[in-house]
């Protein structure tokens, strides 16, 4: 039987077969959560009470419930916090979408690049008890990514959602201590545009707020709806969709160093709504993604952001990769030079690959040829990780690696330590 891939990002989440190009189902890895009622409880027969005090609803957000909050299952350093999210997430992948039944099939789950033992562990032990897959694998990201672009060795620059990892891959193997991470990901991105609309005096209306009508020639009524049982996290995530959509479809980075007095004079861009009403965007739109290279950015624009404004000083993608070569050792510090590798979903700003190459340039070694190898395929950058695993568990030589389900019952969920190092 084919083996079912499983990439559950910070962002989205990530599921499909492997051998296949593109996963067969994305949806966002942020679950509702309802706590259960009385009813619900007393419902389960004795044996079966659930111990679960929460209903979760996967991908299925767009359907406003009250009292329902929006939580991610990782925590704030990035690392899987909320099992029972997990749980949900997992149930709806294998069962309503890819509508598989696990235990014929071998699971490859990716995992952050700085997991602990016990969240693998605890991965491993929850995957074999709950769903029985005849064998699992865990491999870490940035190896994942690397095997996308077809190398073993290369320096993978992940700008995903909560977080940018910027990690060496030496023979297949993610280098420990090579690790540099900022929380300045596509999230935090977000977080900003946001509080740019609000600076702007812009009301973000989340679609379920207000209804329209159609006056004719072209004229909509807006009717602002008002549900006081709504929880600020929902209102919160679908606002921030919102502006994560402005932020796809306007912001880009500028084809070189970006100044603010060279771009005075760039025309705004106009943004609708969803209520009609419309934003222009002017400077911003080269400011925000800029910020990936320049923090201090932010402190011209005058916003403040949680989780990324504060004391610590952000690096910027060039002084995370050099601090991630210089981790290196020095004998592969040559080849990670040759082959920089961009995946996750902010690296799909146009012009990213020409951009961190130019910022790298003057600080690669003289004798040193610098290499951004990117697809030109936003898909494939977006997806590189679940990619890279649909490759390594299609590989023939790749079979003898899983750890089987006998082998868990023999050695206990420890044992993945030494199959999967």
């Excluded at 077969?17 to 959560?33: E, L, M, N, R």
């Excluded at 995903?160 to 935090?188: C, I, M, Y």
């Excluded at 912001?251 to 609708?272: G, I, K, W």
């Amino acid at each position: 039987m084919s083996a079912i891939v499983l990439d559950l990002g910070s962002h989205s989440v990530k599921a499909g077969y492997a051998g296949q190009d593109t996963p067969q189902c994305v949806f966002p890895s942020a679950v509702g959560s309802l706590a259960k009622s009385e009813d619900d409880m007393d419902t389960n027969d004795g044996a079966h009470a659930s111990k679960k005090t929460k209903n979760y609803y996967v991908d299925n957000m767009g359907f406003r419930r009250d009292g329902m909050e929006v939580e991610s299952p990782f925590g704030e350093n990035g690392l899987i916090e909320d099992w029972d999210a997990v749980e949900a997430i997992w149930e709806y992948a294998f069962k309503k979408r890819l509508t598989i039944q696990t235990d014929e099939h071998p699971m490859l789950l990716s995992e952050p690049v700085h997991t602990t033992d016990a969240v693998r562990e605890k991965m491993v032990e929850l995957m074999f008890e709950k769903y029985a897959p005849p064998a699992l694998f865990l491999a870490k990201n940035p190896v994942l990514s690397s095997f996308a672009i077809g190398k073993a060795t290369s320096l993978v620059i992940d700008m995903g959602g909560k977080q940018t990892t910027v990690s060496a891959v030496h023979d297949g193997f993610a280098l420990q201590k090579s690790v540099v991470r900022s929380p300045l990901g596509g999230e935090a991105l977000t977080n900003v545009v946001l509080k740019y609309l609000e600076k702007q005096k812009v009301d973000v209306k989340p679609a379920y707020s207000f209804t329209k009508k159609a006056k004719g020639n072209g004229q909509f009524e807006v009717k602002n709806v008002s549900y006081p049982k709504t929880t600020g996290s929902y209102a919160l995530f679908k606002k921030r969709e919102i502006a994560a959509d402005l932020k796809e479809s306007v912001c880009r980075l500028s084809d070189y160093m970006f100044n603010s007095a060279d771009h005075q004079n760039v025309p705004s861009v106009t943004y609708e709504l969803p209520d009609g009403n419309t934003v222009e965007v002017g400077v911003e739109r080269f400011q925000i993604p800029e910020l990936l290279f320049q923090p201090e950015l932010l402190k011209e624009m005058n916003i403040t952001v949680p989780g990324i404004d504060g004391d610590t000083r952000l690096k910027g993608i060039q002084e995370l990769v050099l601090e991630c070569i210089n981790n290196s050792d020095v004998d592969v510090r040559k080849d990670l030079w040759g082959n920089l590798a961009l995946s996750g979903g902010s690296s799909m700003f146009t012009s990213m690959r020409e951009r961190v190459e130019g910022a790298l340039f003057d600080h690669a070694p003289q004798n040193v040829r610098t290499k951004v190898i990117a697809s030109m395929n936003g898909v494939e950058r977006r997806f590189a990780t679940w990619i890279g695993g649909s490759i390594l568990a299609s590989l023939g030589s790749f079979q003898q690696m899983w750890m089987s389900k006998q082998e868990y019952e023999e050695h206990g969920a420890s044992l993945i330590g030494k199959k999967c190092p």
